[in-house]
């Protein structure tokens, strides 16, 4: 008896163990899932906007390509539309102009972001650093829309803050 109760233990606990594994699987958003990226911040009225203002620079994976925000009174907003419902357990941020050490600290970079979805938002510091910085979700944020609201800089020589990649990683499923 005492042999059948300490099996069905062991099962009950490989079980357990089996779905927190499967939970943390996870795998980045293809950019062909995102369907419409907009921002309240990116008018091309000078000449580094007209190349830099383009959204697509953010998810391109070529980090010396940017988006620059064009007005540095507001609070920079970017809306990221979703084919369909995912659950966000990440978002990896390279900030600044990332091409190199000079690029970097000609523009404002984020101190502070705010990750918003549809369940709740979550706000964090990044490091001053040209490198990939990434902001765990937990647990997973269901959502079709995310936001991200740049509430606070890294001063630069020019005031206008920049990011050069936004990925952004959900739960996967087992094939």
């Known amino acids: ?24 699987q996870t795998a980045p958003i293809p950019s062909t899932q995102i369907l419409q990226t907009t921002t309240n911040n ?11 203002s383009a ?16 007005n540095p009174q507001t609070d ?3 809306n990221i539309q979703f084919h369909g419902t995912r659950y966000l357990t990440a978002v990896s941020i ?5 091409a190199t050490n000079d690029t970097y600290r000609a523009f ?6 705010v990750v918003s979805g549809a369940d709740r938002s979550i706000s964090t510091n990044l490091a001053d650093r040209r490198s990939t910085q ?5 647990p997973a944020m269901p959502t079709d829309q995310v936001t991200l609201t ?13 990011l050069s990649e936004v990925h952004f990683e959900e739960i996967t499923l087992p094939s």
């Open 76 to 78: 920079p907003t970017i």
């Open 94 to 98: 390279d900030a600044g102009c990332a």
């Open 150 to 162: 740049i509430t606070d800089r890294y001063t630069g020589k020019h005031s206008a803050v920049c």
């Open 42 to 52: 990116s008018t091309p009225n000078k000449p580094i906007d007209k190349k830099y």
């Open 108 to 113: 404002a970079r984020p101190k502070t972001i």
């Open 134 to 138: 990434r902001i765990t979700i937990t």
């Open 55 to 70: 959204l697509k620079n953010l998810s391109d994976n070529i980090k010396w390509t940017s988006w620059v925000a064009s």
């Open 1 to 24: 008896m005492k042999t059948f109760g300490w099996k069905k233990w062991i099962t009950a606990a490989a079980c357990i163990i089996s779905s927190a594994a499967w939970a943390q």
